[in-house]
C-alpha cells in the first residue's frame, strides 16, 4: 500500500511554544489530508481536512486558529500547534488517500507532551 | 452531522471463538465502509473494506456484512486468535470526508 510518513513521532514543549507536525505522502500525491486527534483508549477524532492549495475545513469546535494546517503541495500538509498548552497534548495523526471512497493511509502520528 | 456509531466499546471473546462488532452511520452519501485495526502503538491498518453494491465480503478469517437499507454494517472475526487483540475502527466514506467509529477494543484470551 501507499505510504504516509508522520513527524516528529515524539515532541515536548513547554507551554506557550508552538510545534510543527508534519505529514508526507511518500509514494502518491494527496490532494486530500486528513488530520486526527486521539485521546487514550478513545476513537480517532477529525480535526481537520486538508486540501492542497485551499484552506483547511475544520470541524465544529476545533478552532482555526490554534491549529494551523498548511497543506502548500500534493504530498505535504502540516499541521502547527500554536500557543500549546497541556490540555493539547494528545496523539495527533495524519491520513491520505486518493479518495473519500478509497483506502485511508496513516502516518505514524505524533505525540505531543505539553509541559 | 455525519456519525457511525460503534458497538460494543469493549470485548472479550476465548480463543477460537467468533467477535461481533457493529457499527450504524447516518450519512445516506456514503458508499464505503472499510475496518481499521490499531494495535497498541501503531498506526490504523485496513483489515478489510466493503462498497455499497455488496452486501457481504469474506477474506479468510474476517468477514464484513453490510445492511444499506438499514445503515448497518458489521465486522466478523472467526477463530479468533490472541494476536486479534487490539483496537477496530469501522468508517463510512464516499462523501467528502470519512466518519470513524468510536472503535472496540477487543480482547482474546488464551
Known amino acids: 500500500g501507499a505510504v504516509v510518513s508522520q513527524h516528529p513521532s515524539r515532541v515536548i514543549c513547554k507551554s506557550g511554544t508552538s510545534v510543527k507536525i508534519e505529514c508526507r505522502s511518500l509514494d502518491f500525491q494527496a490532494t486530500t489530508m486528513f488530520w486526527y486527534r486521539q485521546f487514550p483508549k478513545q476513537s480517532l477524532m477529525l480535526m481537520a481536512t486538508?486540501?492542497?492549495?485551499?484552506?483547511?475545513?475544520?470541524e465544529q469546535g476545533v478552532e482555526k486558529d490554534k491549529f494551523l494546517i498548511n497543506h502548500a503541495s500534493l504530498t505535504l500538509s502540516t499541521l502547527t500547534v500554536t500557543s500549546a498548552h497541556p490540555e493539547d497534548s494528545s496523539f495527533y495523526i495524519c491520513?491520505?488517500?486518493?479518495?473519500?471512497?478509497?483506502?485511508?493511509?496513516f502516518g505514524q502520528g505524533t505525540r505531543l507532551t505539553v509541559v | 452531522g455525519e456519525n457511525v456509531e460503534q458497538h460494543p466499546s469493549t470485548l472479550s471473546v476465548q480463543e477460537g471463538d467468533s467477535a461481533v462488532i457493529k457499527c450504524t452511520y447516518s450519512d445516506s452519501a456514503s458508499n464505503y465502509f472499510p475496518w481499521y485495526k490499531q494495535e497498541l502503538g501503531k498506526r490504523p491498518q485496513l483489515i478489510i473494506d466493503i462498497r455499497s453494491n455488496v452486501g457481504e465480503k469474506k477474506d479468510q478469517r474476517i468477514a464484513v456484512t453490510l445492511n444499506k437499507t438499514a445503515k448497518h454494517f458489521s465486522l466478523h472475526i472467526t477463530e479468533t486468535q490472541p494476536e486479534d487483540s487490539a483496537v477496530y475502527f469501522c468508517?463510512?466514506?464516499?462523501?467528502?470526508?470519512?466518519?470513524f467509529g468510536a472503535g472496540t477494543r477487543l480482547f482474546v484470551k488464551a
Open positions: 491520513s491520505a488517500s486518493y479518495r473519500s471512497d478509497t483506502e485511508a493511509f
Open positions: 486538508s486540501n492542497e492549495g485551499s484552506k483547511a475545513t475544520y
Open positions: 468508517a463510512a466514506g464516499g462523501g467528502f470526508k470519512t466518519i
